[in-house]
């Protein structure tokens, strides 16, 4: 696990010569125009309240805001939003407020959201992890590319080599971003902290999403016999 824990702006990690290309970006200015001419640009508030500009597409977010656009964004006032990147996939622009709590259970007593759906199976997906206090996570790997920011709260990381013979440990304070690198062996911990840990993760695949075969509004349409 990389981690850039007083994050500046521009590139933080660039995964783009990975089966996935990705990259996580910082911006401060109070005025940016980011261009990724093929690609979707995924993104959240983490200070401030920002204005997001796509072409059609506009939103005013507060901390804890997200979206996803195509090809150009614009941002506009003050804070720190984080740019997740995926490059030569069009996703669909969105936008929203994060939640408290996930919706969906996690492992080890954790919660998770689906902010950004994938629109097809296999598609990208953003999604909010919730830690309450008092959570020891079991060591587990990703089998691709992960990058993440504390949206929230503090906790730990920890894990090891692949073999396990090498431990490591690190603070992950509020603000904090990373990368996990496929199959990084990892876990997080709030375990003596009072308040949870909220943390932003990107995946650049998923293994979950509608087919042409099976979707809701396929799925829920019946046929009536002739």
Known sequence: MQIQTDPENDFLFDASNTMYPSRLRVIRAQQARVELPSGTIY?????GVRRVRSGPFF???PHGGFF????????????????????????IPTAGVCEAKGRLSYIDGCSSSILVMPPRCGDPVLNHLHFPPGVLQSEHVHPSIRFGVVLSGKGTAFGASPDGSKKWETPLPSGAAFYLPAMDRHAFQTVGQ???LNIISFHPES???????AHPMLTRTYRMSK
């Open 43 to 47: 993104g959240v508030v983490l200070q």
């Open 59 to 61: 939103a005013e977010l």
């Open 68 to 91: 996803s656009c195509l090809s150009t964004v614009e941002l506009e006032g003050d804070g720190t939003v984080v740019l997740f990147e995926r490059l030569g996939f069009l996703g």
């Open 194 to 196: 009072e308040e949870p």
């Open 207 to 213: 293994d979950w999403g509608p087919t042409d075969e």
